[in-house]
């Protein structure tokens, strides 16, 4: 049965219009990226690296594919959550708003196998969608700009060679979708709570622009709070740019974005279970 | 044979009751009628039985076997239009009811679905996407999805709502099919009373979430004194003696018709009264109906 209300819920979601806007606003702002940089991305890259260049020679194609690709999946920590939301939010609480939970309850089928039908469906595109970033910023960004090495500044100056590139990114993007599944899932726990689709877009996306400006500030108090928040663990898909990978950063933050999901997930299943179809 | 069997129910949502310890049985083979002002709890009644709510106390049995969120294969036995009929309107009719099957567990059968979209009178829309669907196409719509699994029990809240007179008559005919050829036992809400008194066999008339009175319609009718228009040959003579046989009130209209508050069993009297002291009846029309019936109840 689970293998049909999956089946079912894919049906759903990919005849739905709204699906794809997701879809059309990572082609244009990949797109728009791209332009951008063949336009102007020499003078960026001067820029950026006016102080580098007093200190160090700098040689070789700065302008390429993997900076592309790099500037994309900065937008993983706040415009990929809205698209992700916008789909995710609505898949509990746009069924209990337009009213068709009446007929899909009044049949033989369980409450906890329909939200984890819809997880694990809300799951596979989450995961479709990442991978269209992934391909379109590294396939575009390589095909109009090349290969090459890439500086990266977050705690120190790293300078990343052309061939660990590739494997990066690959498990960059993968760390990305692992924070978008709790993304979505914190936007279940929304959704079923919600009776309208726009609730629980703007109570996710809240949180998330929350807790990114407490982890963000330098302040005593929020740093104290800081690595309890998911949004610090969902920043260390940076830790893959990192001249040494810190496997242990990297899996200690992992486990507690899994930790998360299921939290959200059983929070999701307790409310939605109990919750009286009243529309 | 008892096919649903309802105790004590009660359910509130915060400080109103809907529901108020509701009893009712509904015997496999009928058309139970449920009648009740807007807000009097039929629709909360329907959602307790489909377990969409949670009931706060009471017993609810399906063909013997209790209602409650496990008892999931109960609900392939039940097929159900509550309130207004809610779909995937970016799916059209067939896919809606083939998703609909799958739900049910069951097989999408292509013919089973042309088939029930052409007993709705829906078959050329099939493929149309039910965003463009009138309210009364969604209606069609929502009574197929209620029996295209082939429930033993049938629950359809408002089920003309949105029909136009033609459509009245096609899903009264569709409902009367289902239970005398089909077998089907069916639950039918409705505010259109006279609908009701059209094919339920029996009923239950609910207010403020309490059940006020169900029996067969014929035993309801006959159970209230209700109004009895007469045309006489001698207006006068006729009400003189109505009143010293005891109806009250007696009152002449214009011509020569008067009206006076009788019971059912007693027309042949008050008749044979009348002609016995020569005057003329040409004409009894009763005036009762159980939408009178109901409003005097309610």
Known sequence: ?279 | MTALEVRDLYKSFGEIRAVDGLDFTVNRGDIYGLLGVNGSGKSTTIRLLLHLIAPDRGRMVISGIPVNGRNLELRRKMGALIERPDFYNYLSAYKNLEILLKYSGLRPDRRLIRETLQRVGLEKFGDKKVRIFSQGMRQRLGIAQAMIHDPELIILDEPANGLDPHGMVDIRNLILRLNREYGKTIILSSHMLREIEMIANRMLIIDGGKAVAEGTVSELLQSYESRLRLQVSDVNKACALLEEAGYEPVEPTDGNEIRCRVKVEEVPAVTRLLVEKNISVYAVVPEKSLEEYFISLT
């Open chain 1, 1 to 279: 049965m689970m293998g049909i209300l999956i089946h079912i819920e894919l049906e759903k979601l990919f005849r739905r219009g709204r699906s794809y806007i997701p879809v059309l606003a990572v082609l244009v702002i990949i797109g728009v990226i791209q332009v951008g940089m063949m336009l102007d991305g020499v003078s960026l890259i001067d820029f950026v690296s006016e102080n580098l260049q007093e200190v160090f020679i700098l040689e070789g194609n700065l302008l390429n594919g993997y900076l592309i690709a790099f500037i994309s999946i900065n937008g993983l920590w706040i415009h990929v959550p809205i698209l992700v939301v916008i789909v995710t939010g609505d898949m509990i609480s746009g069924e209990a708003g337009a009213g068709t939970f009446r007929m899909v309850l009044s049949r033989p089928v369980s409450r906890t196998r329909l939200i984890l039908a819809k997880f694990l469906t809300a799951m596979v595109y989450v995961a479709m969608l990442v991978a269209l970033l992934a391909v379109l910023s590294l396939g575009l960004g390589i095909l109009f700009f090349g290969k090459g090495d890439i500086i990266v500044m977050f705690e120190s100056i790293n300078i990343l060679p052309e061939e660990i590139l590739m494997g990066r990114f690959l498990m960059a993007f993968l760390f990305g979708m692992l924070g978008m599944w709790l993304v979505a899932a914190l936007s279940f726990v929304f959704s079923a709570l919600a009776e309208n689709s726009l609730s629980p877009i703007i109570l996710t996306m809240a949180i998330i622009i929350l807790f990114t400006i407490v982890s963000g500030f330098e302040i005593n108090i929020f740093q104290t709070i800081r690595p309890y928040l998911f949004t610090t663990h969902m920043n260390n898909w940076q830790s893959f740019f990192d001249f040494e990978l810190d496997w242990n950063r990297i899996g200690r933050s992992a486990g507690v974005l899994v930790l998360h999901i299921l939290a959200f997930i059983a929070a999701t299943l307790v409310i939605f279970r109990k919750k009286d179809i009243t529309t």
